[in-house]
């Protein structure tokens, strides 16, 4: 069992910079490969960036490669994703989330934060 927990969020205006930190308990964070989603008013939950266990491999969506850079580390039990040149359209409640596949695909996640507020003004 895993708990997640999300900060970092707020109001930022375009073109600014957060760093959303997702705290997880337990012993076993390091078994987990851990990914970001988010989601907006009325559309579906959508990926975000995921990262292998050791931290090595990661994979974004194209939507925010080269401006969301995802990291981890174990030894906090802390997985952080930090988001530069932030647009309007990122406007969403980010969610951490745990599972022991590399995937992108939210029902494939079974461990969920309850999520960030991050809003990003013009």
């Known amino acids: 069992q895993v708990q997640l927990v999300e900060s970092g969020g707020g109001l930022v205006q375009a073109g600014g910079s957060l760093r959303l930190s997702c705290a997880a308990s337990?012993?076993?964070?390091?078994?987990?490969?851990m990914g970001w989603f988010r989601q907006s008013p009325g559309k579906e939950r959508e990926f975000v960036a995921v990262?292998?266990?050791?931290?090595?491999?990661?994979y974004y969506a194209d939507s925010v490669k080269g401006r969301f850079t995802i990291s981890r580390d174990n030894a906090k039990n802390t997985v952080y994703l930090q988001m530069v040149s932030l647009k309007p359209e990122d406007t969403a409640v980010y969610y951490c989330a745990a599972d022991i596949k590399f995937t992108v695909h939210p029902n494939e996640y079974d461990y969920w934060g309850q999520g960030t507020q991050v809003t990003v003004s013009s």
């Open positions: 990262i292998s266990r050791s931290g090595g491999n990661t």
């Open positions: 337990g012993r076993t964070f390091s078994s987990y490969r």
